[in-house]
């Protein structure tokens, strides 16, 4: 069956790059998602990766996907007190439904 | 460009009650999604509507939760009768289409925040 493993929490320094890791077990996933989520609400879509890619870049985030080893990872590059927020990792395969992960907790101290 | 709205936001009820939660996609998405997120975890896909046909209900509970999309707008997702399990964060989210190529990218509503006292 399908499934998505983060880490639960992960915090950095303001100004440094935070990496946020994500493995899944589908090999046949076809489209890689990044999420976040600040407080009270709904799911943002920051990013999302092809299958057939290994990097992705926009602005200060970075996605590299390893298909061999199916890890997913989302670098943010100089990290705000504004990107503290709830990530999601989640990953699709055909007509299948989204799965996401439970979400890696991003606090970035000041 | 509008995104999903959804409403109300918060509701308080207790066991045994009925609950409606509407959600308006954007403009144009034929596809609508229904996500339950308990607290702590990723959100689990309920029901997903493809216009106004029912194409996914496999995870919906259908002994007490209901959804309808009835002019391939609009949708409703009703739940009776609530029970303390059920409290978590409603998302409603819409795509373009379906799994075409890069037309199934879902964006999210704010989410009605549900606590079955």
């Known amino acids: 069956g399908e499934d998505v493993e983060q880490s639960l929490f992960l915090s950095v320094r303001e100004g440094d790059s935070s990496v946020i890791n994500c493995t899944y077990t589908d090999s046949s996933s076809t489209y890689l998602y990044w999420y976040k989520q600040e407080p009270g609400a709904g799911l943002q879509l920051l990013t999302y990766i092809f299958s057939n890619m290994d990097m992705k870049q926009d602005q200060r985030l970075t996605v590299l996907l390893n298909k061999k080893d199916k890890h997913l990872s989302l670098r943010i590059a100089d990290t705000q007190t504004g990107d503290s927020a709830i990530y999601f990792c989640a990953e699709k395969q055909g007509n299948t439904p989204l799965v996401f992960g439970k979400g890696t907790r991003l606090s970035v101290i000041a | ?117």
């Not at chain 2, 609508?32 to 496999?58: A, E, R």
């Open chain 2, 1 to 117: 460009e509008a995104g999903v709205a959804q409403s109300p936001r918060y509701k308080i009820i207790e066991k045994r009650q009925s609950v409606a939660f509407w959600c308006n996609p954007i403009s144009g998405h034929a596809t609508l999604y229904w996500y339950q997120q308990i607290l702590g975890q990723g959100p689990k896909l309920l029901i997903q509507f493809q216009n106004n046909g029912v194409v996914d209900d496999s995870q919906l509970p259908k002994d007490r939760f209901s959804a309808e999309r009835l002019k391939g707008v609009d949708s409703t997702l009703k739940i009776q009768p609530a029970k303390l399990e059920d409290s978590a964060v409603y998302l409603c989210a819409s795509s373009l289409d379906g799994p075409t190529l890069g037309r199934d990218t879902q964006y999210f509503g704010p989410g009605t925040r549900l606590t079955v006292l």
